[in-house]
Nanobody
Framework: QVQLVESGGGLVQPGGSLRLSCAASGRTESPYAMGWFRQAPGKEREFVARISRRGDEPEYSNSVKGRFAISRGNAKNTVYLQMNSLKPEDTAIYYC?????????????????WGQGSQVTVSS
């Protein structure tokens, strides 16, 4: 059993940047594949980015590719999402996710471990 704790959300103007952090805690014996989903009001939860348990093979949704970057920290089961050139349509609750497979699923219904969610609001 693991728990995911997120931080770094907030309010930012269009074109600005934010960095989200997610740390796994609890009894973990090996690194998890981790990543991020987001959910806007009235929308389905959608895949944003993922990274393998080894810290390579980053992948992104087309909507954020070139603007967001996912990375793993030196600490075990820590992941970051650097968000640049933010747009109002990026406004959503961002959820950290983890899986003990090699890669995080990109379909939200297949993900078993979630963070509590962090509100990101992009507005002038």
């Amino acid at each position: 059993q693991v728990q995911l704790v997120e931080s770094g959300g907030g309010l930012v103007q269009p074109g600005g940047s934010l960095r989200l952090s997610c740390a796994a805690s609890g009894r973990t014996e090996s690194p998890y594949a981790m990543g991020w989903f987001r959910q806007a009001p009235g929308k389905e939860r959608e895949f944003v980015a993922r990274i393998s348990r080894r810290g390579d093979e980053p992948e992104y949704s087309n909507s954020v590719k070139g603007r967001f970057a996912i990375s793993r920290g030196n600490a075990k089961n820590t992941v970051y999402l650097q968000m640049n050139s933010l747009k109002p349509e990026d406004t959503a609750i961002y959820y950290c996710a983890a899986d003990n497979n090699f890669l995080l699923p990109t379909v939200y219904s297949f993900v078993n471990v979630w963070g509590q969610g962090s509100q990101v609001t992009v507005s002038s």
